[in-house]
């Protein structure tokens, strides 16, 4: 809802949040890594987007997702 109101640093706030108490989360990776990428922020995001491709947990369309940004984010 934070990224959606376009509050981004109070939605990465909250992922990150979320994943200092749990990092085993995909989900979590991949919303971090929308609201970095939606901040401009691409290196931090390639990073969460990292963990949310290789997690289990994950949709198989949100997975797809996940891996199409990070190719793409690493394709410059």
Known sequence: VLQQQGRYSD???H???LIAWDDSRAPWWAGLAMTLEAQGNQ???VRAYRPAA???GLSAELADYVRQRLQALQAG
């Open 54 to 56: 290789s997690l289990p």
């Open 11 to 13: 939605a990465a706030n």
């Open 15 to 17: 992922w990150g949040a």
């Open 43 to 45: 290196p931090s995001a």
